[in-house]
C-alpha cells in the first residue's frame, strides 16, 4: 500500500477526529453561549466537535457533560471545552469528529504558526520624498474600469484578519470626504482594534477612499462596502475555533449585509486533505453559499506543494504574488516573487490560481497601536505617520479581491464559479521570448490578474470543471487535482484518460526561476476536478511531506501547527 492511500486510509476512519489541527493567527474566548464546565480533576480542553448526521454536536457536548463555548452551524459543530474522560465518551458514541484545538502564541518560527502572509525587509528604508505610487491597481487594469465609473460600489466585501484601526473612519474622512459603510465583529469577544497592523494594511488595499501621490485611489474598490471580522490578536496568534467563530458569523450574516466578497490573507499548514480539514470546509461552506472568496497561498515558496489552508481549497481563488521590480510600468522587468507559495496541492490541484501585485505596496495602519509599524519604522511612507510598504501574498489577495469587488460591480450576477473563470480567463501568465512559459502552472497558475479582462471576458466552464461542492461537502464525493508526480520528483499535468499535457511549463521540480525579461502573456488554463476515486493510487515517487504525516497514535504532530505568514525580503 502507498503512502499516501494509508494516509488516505487514517483520514477515513474515525480516529480522524482526534488528529490536532493547526492552528490559525488569536486567542481562543468561550462565548456568553457556554455552560459551566463538569466538575473534574483534570483541566479541560479545546476542541472543535462535528455532527454531520445524528443529534447535534451541542447536545452531545452537554450530554457527556461538556461546554460548549461556540455555536458552529457552519460546519455542523461546536467548540468546546473537555476533559479527556469526556472526549473518551464522545468518541465511544461513533457519531461525532473531535478535533483538537490549541493556541500558538510565537510568530518566530515559521514552522509553528498561521500565516498572514505579510513580508519586509530590514534593509530598506524610505525618506522624505520617496512616496511610491500605488502602481497595483495600473498594473491589473483597475485604474481603466475606475475610468468607466466602476468603483465597487454597491458591494460588500469581508475582512477576518486582525481587525481595524479605531482611526479608520476619521481617516477616510479627512483625506476624501467620504466615510466607507462599516460593520464590525469580533471573533473572540476582544475589543475591536488592530494592534497588529495587518488587518488594517489588508483593508486599506482592498477599499481604502483616498488618493496617492499618482492620483489614484489607494484601494482597488475605493467605494465597495466593508465588514471586517476580528479573529487574529497583535501578534497573529489564534485558534481554529476563533477563526472558525468568524467564519460562522459571515456565513450566518452574508444575507444582512449581502457580503460577495471574503478577504482571507492568512494561510495555515496543511495536515489533513481538504475536505476533512473545519476551516476549508467553512470556505467550502461560504463558497457554496455564494460568496467569492479569495484567499493568500502562503509565504512559504519557493518549494513546491507549500500552498496553506485555505488556499488548498479547490473551489476558491488562490492568489500567489508578483512584483514589478521596482519598475512600474515596464513588464519586461516584472517577475515572480520568491516567497509566494508553490503548488500543487496534496490531493493534485494546480494552486495558485492567479498571482497579483504583492511587492512593496502601501497601506495603511496605526503607528500608535499597530506593532508591525512599531516594529519596522523604516517602512514608514514619507511623513505620513499612517503609510507604511508592506510586501506578501496578503497584499495579492486583498488587490484580487478589490478586483472581484469590481467584477461584481459590473455583473451583480455572477456566480463565484463564474468570477473564477473570468479571472483566470483573463489573466496573463509569464512567458519568455519564444513564447515558453517563464514560470510553470503550479508557480503562477493563469497567471497576472487583468481584471479589465476579466470585466469583459465571456469564458464560460474554465474554472472548477468537473467538481461538485455540495456532494464534497456531503461527504458522497471528493476530488483530485491534474498533477501528478514523476519518479524523479517533477510534476506535471494529465488529461481526464492519464495523459501528460504538454510539459512545457508544466514542471516543477523545486527549482525557482529569478530571471527578468518575462513578457506577461494569455492562453494557458486548464481544467481541474477528477471524482477521487477509492482504489486510486498516487504514482510511484510521490510523498507525502514529513510535516504532514500522522503517528501512530493518529495525533497530528504539533510540530507542523499554524502561522502568521512570516515577514520575507521586501521584493
Request: proline fraction near 5%; aromatic fraction near 8%.
Amino acid at each position: 500500500m502507498s503512502r499516501l492511500s494509508t494516509f488516505r486510509d487514517r483520514c477515513d476512519r474515525r480516529s480522524i477526529a482526534s488528529h490536532l489541527l493547526l492552528v490559525a493567527a488569536a486567542a481562543f474566548c468561550a462565548s456568553a453561549l457556554a455552560e459551566p464546565p463538569a466538575a473534574s480533576a483534570t483541566p479541560a480542553a479545546p476542541y472543535i466537535v462535528q455532527s454531520h448526521s445524528g443529534p447535534p454536536a451541542a447536545s452531545l457536548v452537554r450530554r457527556v457533560g461538556g461546554r460548549v463555548t461556540h455555536e458552529l452551524p457552519i460546519i455542523e459543530g461546536v467548540s468546546a471545552l473537555l476533559t479527556p474522560t469526556q472526549v473518551a465518551r464522545l468518541r465511544r458514541m461513533g457519531t461525532v469528529e473531535l478535533f483538537a484545538d490549541a493556541t500558538v502564541v510565537t510568530q518566530d518560527d515559521s514552522s509553528s504558526y498561521v500565516s498572514l502572509s505579510a513580508v519586509i525587509s530590514p534593509g530598506t528604508t524610505l525618506t522624505g520624498t520617496e512616496i511610491p505610487d500605488q502602481a497595483a491597481r495600473v498594473e491589473i487594469g483597475a485604474d481603466r474600469l475606475l475610468a468607466h465609473g466602476l468603483d465597487g460600489s454597491g458591494i460588500t466585501v469581508a475582512v477576518l484578519d486582525t481587525g481595524l484601526a479605531s482611526t479608520w473612519s476619521s481617516l477616510m474622512q479627512s483625506n476624501s470626504g467620504v466615510s466607507v459603510p462599516l460593520v464590525t465583529f469580533s471573533a473572540d469577544g476582544s475589543k475591536f482594534e488592530d494592534y497588529s497592523g495587518h488587518g488594517t494594511h489588508v483593508t486599506s488595499i482592498i477599499v481604502a477612499p483616498y488618493r496617492t501621490p499618482d492620483g489614484q485611489p489607494m484601494g482597488m474598490a475605493p467605494k465597495a462596502s466593508l465588514v471586517t471580522v476580528k479573529a487574529f490578536d497583535h501578534n497573529g496568534a489564534s485558534t481554529y475555533a476563533t477563526v472558525l467563530n468568524g467564519l460562522n458569523w459571515i456565513y450566518t450574516n452574508q444575507a444582512t449585509y449581502n457580503i460577495r466578497v471574503l478577504n482571507l490573507s492568512f494561510a495555515a499548514q496543511p495536515q489533513s486533505f481538504y475536505w476533512n480539514d473545519p476551516i476549508d470546509r467553512a470556505v467550502m461552506k461560504l463558497w457554496q453559499a455564494g460568496v467569492v472568496v479569495v484567499a493568500s497561498a502562503g509565504n512559504w515558496g519557493p518549494l513546491a506543494q507549500t500552498v496553506g489552508v485555505p488556499g488548498n481549497v479547490p473551489y476558491i481563488i488562490t492568489v500567489g504574488a508578483m512584483t514589478d521590480n521596482y519598475t512600474p510600468a515596464s513588464p519586461l522587468n516584472y517577475k515572480l516573487t520568491s516567497f509566494s507559495s508553490t503548488g500543487p496541492t496534496f490531493e493534485g490541484f494546480v494552486k495558485p490560481d492567479v498571482v497579483a501585485p504583492g511587492g512593496h505596496i502601501m497601506g495603511n495602519m496605526d503607528h500608535n497601536v499597530a506593532l508591525l509599524a512599531q516594529e519596522h519604522p523604516a517602512f514608514q511612507v514619507g511623513g505620513d505617520d499612517n503609510l507604511f510598504i508592506m510586501s506578501g501574498t496578503s497584499q495579492a489577495t486583498a488587490v484580487v479581491s478589490g478586483a472581484v469587488a469590481l467584477m461584481l460591480e459590473a455583473n451583480p450576477n455572477l456566480t463565484p464559479d463564474q468570477v473564477k473563470c473570468h479571472l483566470m480567463a483573463s489573466a496573463h501568465p509569464a512567458v519568455t521570448g519564444a513564447g515558453q512559459l517563464a514560470y510553470s502552472v503550479f508557480q503562477q497558475g493563469a497567471g497576472m490578474v487583468d481584471v479589465h479582462g476579466a470585466v469583459q471576458s465571456t469564458s464560460t466552464a474554465c474554472a472548477n470543471v468537473g467538481l461538485n461542492v455540495a456532494a464534497d461537502l456531503a461527504g458522497s464525493q471528493h476530488f483530485q487535482g491534474s498533477a501528478r508526480q514523476a519518479a524523479n520528483g517533477t510534476f506535471y499535468l494529465v488529461d481526464q484518460n492519464g495523459n501528460q499535457i504538454n510539459s512545457q511549463g508544466y514542471l516543477w521540480n523545486n527549482s525557482y526561476a529569478a530571471n527578468t525579461g518575462y513578457l506577461w502573456n494569455s492562453g494557458y488554463l486548464w481544467n481541474n476536478g477528477y471524482l477521487w476515486n477509492s482504489g486510486y493510487l498516487w504514482n510511484n515517487g510521490y510523498l507525502w511531506n514529513n510535516g504532514y504525516l500522522w503517528n501512530a497514535s493518529d495525533t497530528a504532530s504539533t510540530a507542523s501547527t499554524a502561522a502568521i505568514n512570516d515577514w520575507v525580503d521586501q521584493q
